[in-house]
């Protein structure tokens, strides 16, 4: 994890029931995994004993030998827990290292993405003065039963001068970004008027989803910018909203993650899927996958003219709404292409006029994005926006209330965009 130093010394820990179990280990333990030697070379002369190894690809654990020493580590991981002021740890990596007298670690970066959400933690258990770890080319003496968080993003390397083996205990932790121990964090990605209170509404209707009583930015105490306070709900796009939703600095997550908590109702007891829906939610869609493990996109999009006349409708009070409103649908559907391209969580795209023309295939795609969605159905009548009503595509509807003047308006506006409505499936 990127620190604002090399290294943060948190504090002496008692390491003494972790040496002798490892005094009690047969020199084997240390020469069963050799993942770590034989895929980095800067790792060739150590060895280790690993525990729990997660990267993004896959995961691995050793549970019989952690089954013996959590009892052990729990202190250690407790101290670093009170001094982040962290409730719960996700613990990444776990491990005992070993560098033999005489190695080295040549020096590098941990440069893949996972190394930035998590923090590096070392613990050395067996160690001596010899023992050279070097953080951005400065000499560190880390020093046996103390605890140290280490900046690994930048370069680092260890030469292990002396005639005895080093040992550290090496861990990557985080704290837990769980709601009510969510399996998967799913939100929808919804410009607003686009049916995402139709097909959230859908969604929470599942056994297995954890919902909120509403939009997540409308819960009590929500700690980020509200398009409500700024008066510019339905084109917040076209206001200084946009920079505030954009501004990491504006959110308190911990925060909005405990509201949340506190706030969401599971459908079921064995519920394990959250579901949270805000149209502003494209705006923040790299926060929301830093803030929330194992988060997934729903991504939702609408015919243009018709979330154009929703707009219009919903915002008469603003003087020139016809170009705000064009200039926020073309806004969203820029932004829905770049978050598309951009997103390496699992995702999947729907459409409105598909959960309202093909409701059966759309939620069988769903399903199979999803498969704790089993029991998804769109067909039946729902409450949606304080009405109870079927299922309907109201587009044709919609777009016929626009007048002349607004549909020239939206028609000036749109079709430079041609192509980029055209790759949703949308002819301007």
Not at 273 to 299: G, H, Q, T, W, Y
Not at 354 to 362: F, H, I, K, R, S
């Amino acid at each position: 994890m990127l620190l604002d130093q090399a290294c943060i010394q948190i504090g002496d820990v008692d390491i003494s029931d972790l040496s002798q179990f490892l005094k009690q280990l047969p020199d084997s333990a240390w020469k069963a995994n050799t993942y770590r030697q034989n895929t980095y070379e800067v790792h060739k002369q150590t060895e280790s004993i690993v525990l729990y190894f997660k990267t993004d690809e896959f995961t691995e654990s050793n549970d019989a030998l952690l089954s013996v020493v959590q009892p052990l580590l729990a202190p250690i991981f407790a101290r670093f827990a009170q001094y982040y002021g962290y409730t719960r740890l996700d613990i990444s990596k776990l491990m005992f290292a070993k560098l033999p007298a005489g190695g080295e670690i040549a020096e590098h970066k941990d440069s893949a993405p996972i190394f930035a959400r998590y923090h590096r933690v070392h613990v050395p258990i067996m160690t001596h003065d010899q023992v050279h770890f070097y953080l951005n080319q400065e000499l560190y003496h880390l020093k046996t039963g103390v605890m140290y968080d280490i900046n690994n993003l930048d370069l680092h390397s260890v030469i292990n001068r002396s005639d005895t083996d080093r040992i550290h205990l090496i861990f990557d932790a985080r704290p837990v970004k769980r709601i009510h121990n969510a399996k998967h964090h799913l939100f929808v990605m919804s410009p607003n008027n686009s049916g995402s209170s139709l097909v959230s509404a859908a969604l929470g209707d599942c056994k297995q989803a954890i919902t909120l009583p509403g939009e997540g930015h409308y819960i009590a105490g929500f700690a980020g910018p509200n398009p409500n306070r700024d008066n510019s709900h339905f084109v917040w796009s076209q206001f200084n909203t946009l920079n505030k939703l954009r501004n990491p600095a504006a959110y308190d997550w911990t925060s909005i993650r405990q509201r949340w908590e506190e706030a969401a109702t599971p459908q079921s007891d064995n519920a394990c899927i959250f579901v949270e829906k805000s149209p502003c939610n494209i705006a923040r869609m790299a926060m929301l996958a830093e803030e929330f493990d194992d988060a997934k996109f729903l991504f939702l999009i609408r015919n243009p003219y018709a979330m154009f006349e929703s707009v219009v409708r919903a915002r008469r009070d603003i003087a020139g709404i016809e170009n705000l409103a064009a200039q926020h649908v073309i806004w969203c559907f820029k932004q829905q292409q770049a978050n598309l391209q951009q997103c390496s969580s699992p995702h999947l795209l729907i459409r409105y006029e598909d959960v309202c023309d093909a409701p059966a295939q759309t939620a069988q795609s769903i399903r199979h994005f999803i498969p704790e969605f089993d029991d998804l159905d769109f067909k039946p009548p729902r409450w949606v926006k304080g009405q109870q009503s079927a299922l309907e595509n109201r587009n044709a509807s919609q777009i016929a209330r626009l007048s002349t003047q607004a549909r020239a308006i939206a028609d000036k506006h749109f079709k430079p965009h041609a192509s980029l409505f055209a790759q949703f499936g949308y002819p301007v």
